[in-house]
């Protein structure tokens, strides 16, 4: 069972920084935050994930907050092709990954 | 690298026969996982390896499915016999060991339906 609750969708508008919003109130100390998306009929695509610090790359940053129980993905200058379902994911170590049913993200022009 | 290669991209097939879906992970990558996903039910674990070895395959539906990683370049989902409810898209990832610090790579998926 999926661990985290996302709002099922969002808009963004083009050029302007999307903000996913995710919470895992049950979240434990050795669990780590992945973000994935799914571009439409592609494969899910692995964004970023953290523990504990904010983590940023070259796709994302991600911003836990300091009681782990919420996250925010931010997409600083969306575009056209950022139109996906991003799912967030906790887990610890090697086990596997659990989507749940993600946001499906809409960038418009 | 080509990344995870999944064959064939589509399969149209008929309700009772066997389908055969094949996977090669990346190169290195010890660890194989096959999910399937579907409107309904969203993107399901069926099955993982670990070193050729079936780790966890309690997601796999029912007995009419089964999974083989004969060796680390190449592993295939059967389904015999198939029916209209196996319709789906079944995706294929691979990692290596480090996939708790960059988590996997999947393939395009293979989208399977069943008349």
């Known amino acids: 069972d999926a661990k985290t609750t996302q709002p099922p969708s969002m808009d963004c508008a083009e050029g302007r920084a999307a903000n996913l919003p995710c919470n895992h109130s049950t979240i434990s100390g050795n669990e780590y935050v992945y973000w994935y998306r799914q571009i439409h009929s592609q494969g899910p695509q692995y964004i970023i994930h953290?523990?504990?610090n904010n983590e940023t790359n070259e796709m994302a940053s991600l911003i836990i907050t300091e009681d782990r129980k919420s996250s925010t993905l931010i997409l600083p200058h969306a575009t056209l092709r950022d139109t996906a379902v991003y799912y967030c994911?906790?887990?610890?170590?090697?086990?596997?990954?659990?989507f749940g049913k993600g946001t499906r993200l809409s960038v418009i022009a | 690298d080509a990344g995870v290669i999944q064959s064939p991209r589509h399969e149209v097939t008929e309700m009772g026969q066997e389908v055969t879906l094949r996977c090669k992970p990346i190169s290195g990558h010890d660890y194989l996982f096959w999910y399937r996903q579907t409107m309904m039910r969203g993107l399901e674990l069926l099955i993982y390896?670990?070193?050729?070895?079936?780790?966890?395959d309690s997601g796999m539906p029912e007995d009419r499915f089964s999974a083989k990683m004969p060796n680390a370049s190449f592993s295939t989902l059967k389904i015999q016999p198939s029916e209209p409810r196996d319709s789906a898209v079944y995706f294929c990832?691979?990692?290596?060991?480090?996939?708790?610090?960059?988590?996997?790579?999947f393939g395009s998926g293979t989208r399977l339906t069943v008349v």
């Open positions: 994911i906790v887990r610890v170590g090697n086990t596997p990954l659990v």
């Open positions: 990832a691979s990692s290596d060991n480090s996939f708790y610090l960059y988590g996997y790579t």
């Open positions: 953290g523990l504990k």
């Open positions: 390896f670990n070193n050729n070895v079936p780790i966890d």
